[in-house]
């Protein structure tokens, strides 16, 4: 039977992959990659097990974006650890700025609501607990996904890294983006081409060499997650994207024989 200690690792692995999802161009908003209504559904197994679903939705809520995520466990998972997550990301619609973050987190017997404000006058982020000064660019776990697809990355070259922090537990976690090229891969909806990425980890309590985490990037406008795999110090995680509407286009696809 597989253990609570795997499934809290789990769930660790996932706000990573929030944390370090990229590409596009920022500019005016008609041209960012996501819009009000995109709607993005991916599968997670652990091994050949499914083990849970997770959700992202972009709404508005007047001048600011309202960015929701959504995790929850399933079948034997379920069983053994119940999840039910939501963060939410209220964000300026021009400057990408979180101005506010929540999260109602529910995993087993541990419960926890937390709400974290950006106050970019005082330059601190002012959460339940404690306040904290603000470094330049901010971002929170949700927003800072939506951040990394408005960045252009057309003239990377391979190997190259970007610079990520994030808001998390009142500390801003740092680490690399290396981009590792183009691929194209099978899913679902066809062979979808792709850009590559891997985020520089921390080894010893998950992962067992720092760039264990492989994420593909649909390499078209919408720039969304397409497939993640991670290898972890006992099995695999993979999650794949099984559905997705309001995007600015439908995916790009590839035929290949």
Same mark, same amino acid.
């Given at each position: 039977?597989?253990?609570?200690?795997?499934?809290?690792?789990?769930?660790?692995?996932?706000?990573?992959?929030?944390?370090? @999802?990229?590409?596009?161009?920022?500019?005016?908003?008609?041209?960012?990659?996501?819009?009000?209504?995109? &709607?993005?559904?991916?599968?997670?197994?652990?091994?050949?097990?499914?083990?849970?679903?997770?959700?992202?939705?972009?709404?508005?809520?007047?001048?600011?974006?309202?960015?929701?995520?959504?995790?929850?466990?399933?079948?034997?998972?379920?069983?053994?650890?119940?999840?039910?997550?939501?963060?939410?990301?209220?964000?300026?619609?021009?400057?990408? &700025?979180? /101005?506010?973050?929540?999260?109602?987190?529910? %995993?087993?017997?541990?419960?926890?609501? %937390?709400?974290?404000?950006? /106050?970019?006058?005082?330059?601190?982020?002012?959460?339940?607990?404690?306040?904290?000064?603000?470094?330049?660019? @901010?971002?929170?776990?949700?927003?800072?996904?939506?951040?990394?697809?408005?960045?252009?990355?057309? @003239?990377?070259?391979?190997?190259?890294?970007?610079?990520?922090?994030?808001?998390?537990?009142?500390?801003?976690?740092?680490?690399?983006?290396?981009?590792?090229?183009?691929?194209?891969?099978?899913?679902?909806?066809?062979?979808?081409?792709?850009?590559?990425?891997?985020?520089?980890?921390?080894?010893?309590?998950?992962?067992?060499?720092?760039?264990?985490?492989?994420?593909?990037?649909?390499?078209?406008?919408? &720039?969304?997650?397409?497939?993640?795999?991670?290898?972890?110090?006992?099995?695999?995680?993979?999650?794949?994207? @099984?559905?997705?509407?309001?995007?600015?286009?439908?995916?790009?696809?590839? /035929?290949?024989?």
């Amino acid at each position: 039977m597989i253990s609570t200690t795997i499934l809290k690792k789990m769930k660790e692995i996932i706000v990573l992959v929030v944390l370090f @999802t990229a590409p596009l161009i920022l500019a005016q908003e008609k041209e960012l990659s996501f819009k009000k209504g995109e &709607k993005l559904t991916y599968k997670v197994h652990y091994g050949l097990v499914a083990a849970g679903t997770a959700e992202l939705v972009v709404k508005t809520r007047g001048d600011e974006y309202k960015f929701i995520a959504k995790g929850r466990s399933t079948g034997v998972f379920n069983l053994l650890f119940k999840v039910r997550n939501t963060y939410e990301s209220y964000v300026s619609r021009w400057s990408l &700025k979180p /101005n506010k973050f929540y999260r109602d987190v529910r %995993e087993g017997n541990f419960r926890k609501k %937390e709400s974290v404000f950006f /106050n970019y006058d005082l330059l601190q982020a002012e959460s339940t607990r404690d306040t904290i000064p603000l470094p330049e660019n @901010t971002q929170d776990i949700v927003s800072i996904f939506y951040y990394l697809r408005t960045q252009n990355f057309d @003239t990377l070259e391979l190997g190259s890294r970007q610079s990520i922090q994030v808001y998390l537990d009142d500390e801003f976690m740092n680490s690399e983006l290396h981009y590792l090229g183009l691929d194209t891969i099978k899913t679902k909806f066809g062979w979808i081409p792709c850009t590559k990425w891997s985020p520089e980890l921390q080894t010893g309590r998950i992962f067992n060499n720092q760039q264990a985490l492989k994420i593909w990037i649909s390499n078209d406008v919408n &720039k969304i997650p397409i497939q993640i795999k991670a290898k972890i110090l006992v099995g695999s995680i993979k999650m794949d994207l @099984t559905k997705y509407s309001g995007t600015r286009e439908k995916l790009k696809k590839v /035929n290949r024989n």
